[in-house]
């Protein structure tokens, strides 16, 4: 461990007025405790299954800022002695989304430390595990719908989506292969929009959707169903999931599908910093550990190469 983290614990410590035996048994709980919470799994979050995660930015910025550069010109047919060579431009625009901190802090009385050492037992690290749980479970609800009232978007309301109508819309009464169509729709709308720059390879359903596509059978076929026919037959989705966090995603409440590409150039969610657990401050007869994390949202770089559709239910 590093020796200041080290002294910060036995400091904290001792200004408790633990005794040497107390302070020494706290200083290595602790030690372990803010280890052992890294090691929590939180496998019900999705949004970084969905998301590539960027931690390139500094932890401490503000805000995050991305340039976008797009060139102009055209290469004419000149003759031997042209001094009228055509020129090319570039002109470039900033993106900008903020940076915000999410805290959750745990603790120990001086009677919980005393205890312990006396026994011999270890402090409970379910209050670590707590806190880095609910810190996880924050970063997913960001990167899912953003903060509004921060200007910052999440994956499944973000304004640089591209909002399709589908043909069919109403799965529930349609068949196979008007699901199929539909699906095959949003495939085919990002293609032809981005001109063939990019080629999506996801699509995430709501949990009925999901549930439908996977147990309709698809026409004659009775050994297949629409989901599966649609990953053998479509060129380009290599992964169809399900998310419960779309179950309400559109404006109205109603469910949502989200189809794009996979590619951290197309997407990412920005995380500066991850969960980190601050030096134990004294606060009256215990000790305080603050636990934090910076995010700054679900950035979208190129609009039409993701796209949602919903009431598809």
């Not at 390139?56 to 002695?81: C, L």
């Not at 969610?269 to 550990?289: D, H």
Request: glycine letters at 6%.
């Amino acid at each position: 461990m590093d020796p200041e983290i080290s002294q910060e614990l036995d400091d904290a410590a001792v200004e408790l007025k633990l005794d040497s035996k107390e302070t020494a048994f706290f200083a290595r709980e602790l030690e372990h405790i803010k280890a052992q919470t890294y090691d929590v799994l939180f496998p019900e979050l999705k949004v970084r299954q969905f998301v590539p995660v960027s931690h390139d930015a500094d932890p401490n910025s503000e805000k995050i800022t991305y340039r976008q550069w797009q060139p102009f010109g055209m290469a004419q047919i000149v003759s031997h002695w042209a001094d009228d060579v055509p020129m090319v431009e570039v002109t470039g625009k900033e993106f900008s989304t903020p940076v915000i901190e999410i805290a959750q802090g745990y603790g120990y009385s001086k009677r919980e430390i005393a205890q312990s050492a006396a026994l011999g037992r270890s402090l409970p690290a379910m209050k670590a595990q707590a806190a880095a749980q609910f810190i996880e479970r924050r970063i997913d609800d960001i990167g899912t719908y953003g903060v509004p009232e921060k200007d910052m978007p999440g994956l499944v309301n973000n304004s640089n989506a591209t909002l399709l109508t589908l043909p069919t819309g109403t799965w529930s009464t349609a068949t196979a292969e008007q699901i199929l169509a539909d699906m095959n729709y949003m495939v085919s709308q990002i293609v032809t929009l981005t001109k063939q720059t990019h080629y999506p390879d996801r699509m995430i359903l709501p949990t009925a959707l999901y549930m439908l596509i996977s147990q309709k059978v698809a026409g004659n076929q009775l050994n297949d169903t629409v989901l599966g026919i649609f990953l053998k037959t479509n060129p380009f989705i290599k992964q169809v999931d399900t998310w419960v966090k779309l179950d309400t995603a559109a404006a109205d409440g109603s469910g949502r599908v989200i189809c794009y590409k996979y590619d951290p150039n197309v997407l990412q969610y920005e995380i500066p910093q991850e969960m980190r657990q601050e030096a134990p401050e004294v606060r009256g007869r215990g000790v305080l550990v603050e636990c934090n994390a910076r995010v700054g949202g679900v950035v979208v770089r190129y609009p039409l190469a993701i796209c949602y559709a919903d009431n598809a239910m």
